[in-house]
């Protein structure tokens, strides 16, 4: 059975992106993909493709957020962060 190379960390978080530099990349492709479906020049299968990929970017966008508040968290408290407020949000539009 091959054996696996050893995997350097230092090396791997170098390449993967930042979370912020993640949730910019991908909040950046959500709203193209928004303005590409909004012109209504899409098939149906184009456009249900397209919002299939919304559904993946808005839900890297939203684990980058919880990801950026645990570390606002841990900087703030890091013996306690459980004491830490949770941050505002505004009520969803109804």
């Known amino acids: 059975m091959p054996r696996k190379p050893a995997q350097d960390p230092a090396r791997d978080a170098a390449t993967e992106p930042s979370p912020v530099a993640d ?3 991908s909040l950046d492709q ?4 928004v303005g590409r479906m909004e012109q209504g020049e899409m098939s149906l299968e184009e456009s249900l493709a397209a919002y299939e ?5 808005y839900r890297r966008c939203q684990a980058a957020l ?7 968290r841990l ?15 505004d009520p969803p539009d109804a």
């Not at 959500?30 to 993909?33: A, C, K, V």
């Not at 919880?66 to 606002?72: G, S, T, Y």
């Not at 890091?78 to 949000?89: D, K």
């Open 75 to 89: 900087l703030g408290d890091p013996e306690r962060p459980e004491r830490s407020e949770p941050f505002a949000t």
């Open 23 to 25: 949730f910019e990349a």
């Open 53 to 57: 990929r919304g559904v993946g970017l």
């Open 66 to 72: 919880e990801q950026a508040e645990l570390r606002v």
């Open 30 to 33: 959500l709203e193209q993909l």
